[in-house]
DNA sequence: CTATGAACATGATGTTCATGA
DNA sequence: TCATGAACATCATGTTCATAG
């Protein structure tokens, strides 16, 4: 039985960049920045490192692989650029692991709550 | 304007001795009983030494002040114990640092619901 | 300059060791 | 043994440096 505290932000932002994935083929910068978007009206700027530590751990529990591409097909230059898909079995295990950090987050809900309750 | 992710552990369990102080006259692992069952359903089991660093920053942010007292007046033994008080200005100290964290609370309440909402 | 990544540094928290009564 | 605390270790995250185009 662990110990834990709050949800730890790394789980979040694998969670959210299994949702974009599944949704678009962006890579990591333009993660990052859409990230900082959603999460500037409260007070969370992920850094640049943190979005690729995850992005690494997906790939290395299977989920995703990495495709490289050069940005831009026209004239905007041959940025080379790393672009993340589902592996075969990816999406199912992206399922699992969806499930175990809802659940986590419950549990912070509720803990937050509870927390509130107590002291004021 | 900082950059922060969820509430901290420590802020929480200051909040709670705060609280506690209001209420009683404990001591540092007395404190740490009463939290851990507080959390116990929640999976968050805290520490000694995060209840001891806690009380150590209260007294040397001038919220508390420490007494030792004689545990268990009659045979229980001379066991020392540290009591904390509140300070001259410590009750309205404290009423300003809960203020705080009561907003910070707000703020990843907030953020844990809208982490549910984009992916679920 | 943008994009990716590693290396390095700091912060937050946990575990172990020391001391006194 | 219980209580307190410091020292030490590890985890979580942030900042800086390196490399490629």
New interface residues.
């Given amino acids: 039985?662990?110990?834990?505290?709050?949800?730890k932000?790394r789980a979040?932002i694998k969670?959210?960049l299994i949702?974009l994935v599944e949704q678009n083929k962006l890579y990591g910068l333009q993660f990052l920045q859409l990230l900082r978007k959603?999460?500037e009206p409260?007070?969370?700027?992920p850094t640049h490192s943190e979005i690729y530590k995850s992005l690494h751990e997906l790939t290395k529990e299977g989920i995703l692989y990495r495709t490289k591409k050069l940005k831009g097909e026209g004239q905007d230059g041959f940025q080379e650029i790393v672009i993340y898909q589902f592996t075969e079995d990816g999406y199912e295990k992206a399922k699992t692991y969806?499930k175990m950090v809802?659940q986590d987050?419950?549990?912070?809900?509720?803990?937050?709550?509870?927390?509130?309750k107590?002291?004021?």
Same sequence: chains 1, 2.
């Fill in positions: 039985m662990p110990n834990r505290f709050l949800t932000q979040v969670l959210y949702n959603e999460f409260y007070g969370f700027r969806k809802k987050l419950d549990r912070s809900k509720h803990m937050i709550n509870k927390i509130l107590d002291n004021f």
